[in-house]
Structure formats: C-alpha cells, structure tokens
C-alpha cells in the first residue's frame, strides 16, 4: 500500500503542479455554475488544495478531502481563498461517509490513483455523498490501452465506455470534451465529464 504522507515528505509527488488543474478553469468558464448545486462540493484526494481554493474562489464551498496527513497540512497551510475546508479522511470508506451528502464532486487524480479494481467502489462511493440531481464533475485519465494488459500506476488509465459502464447504475452523462487547456505532457489525454445523479 501507498503511502502518500511519505511521498510528499520526500518531494516524490509529480502530480503536485502548484497550481488548479487547467481543465477545472476551462470547465469553470464553459459550463453553468448550476452543475455546482447550491451546497457543498467534495474534492477528493485534493492533495494540496489547488482545485478546492480554485473552486472556493468561485464562490462555492468546497472541502478538500485527502488520505494523507502531510497533504492536509500543506492545504490548510494555505490563506483562505473562500469557503473552503479540508480533512484527512477515506473516500471509499463507509464510515467516513456515513451522514454527508454533497451537491457535487470534482474528481481530479483520485480515480486513476485507486486501483482499478475498486473502480466499482468509487462510483458507489459517489452515488452515496451527491444527492439526486447532483452532479459527478470530473477529468479523466484517458489512455488507449488493451484492458488484458498489465498496467502498472498510479496513475492508472481509463477509457470513456468503462467509465460510463461503471458510473452508469447510478449517474447518466449530460455533458463531455476533451479539454484544451491542459498541464504539459498531458495534452489529449484527459477527458472531462458532467455525471448527473439518478
């Protein structure tokens, strides 16, 4: 098992650019603030906190939810951009959350850094926090490759027919695009989506 807290202590965190993710700007200026719903957005595995204070900054209130201790205090360290919050918590855990619903998640690198076989578990996980009408909001991982070949990650790809498969017993598809705006290096190769809850 990965543990996280050590790689940001050891600077081994080549997700981490300092700075919101290019295609959760893009999406802010393209689509109505409506998918946001009118209460609270979950980040999961938001590391430092980029793409919560991004969202904050928009008015929302987002918290920013992450495994690792070391990446809670980097993002709490930060001066608050608006409404936002963090906690050191397990998304895919029931426990943590048991009593918490949520208008929308963005999903940024937590998918594609689970094993793929708790894929399953993540959309469950999904489908419990936003209430019905909410919206699943996130970019995507979006690499070609031959599902019988072995794959080692994170980050580990996706392609647009298993995410619709895995996240389609509880969310349908209203919107997507390939971004334009993107980190160097990852240009065509994420994917983003407005999942809209049952």
Known sequence: MIDWSERYRKGETPWERGAPAPPLLELLDRVNPEIWGDSAVLVPGC???????????????????????????????????????????????????????????????????????????YARACAELIVTGGCLVGVFFLTPYDPGEEWTGPPFPSGVEELDAVFSPWFEREISWVPEAAYLGREGREWLAVYRRH
Request: aromatic share 10%; proline share 4%; with cysteine.
């Open 47 to 121: 590391g430092t906190g980029h793409d919560v204070r991004a969202l904050a900054t928009r008015g929302l209130r987002a918290l920013g939810l992450d495994l690792a201790v070391e990446a809670y205090r980097r993002a709490d360290a930060y001066p608050k951009a608006g409404g936002e919050s963090y906690e050191v918590g397990d998304f895919l855990d029931p426990r943590w959350r048991e009593g918490k619903r949520f208008s929308a998640i963005w999903e940024h690198t937590c998918f594609c850094a689970i094993d793929p076989l708790r894929r399953a578990d």
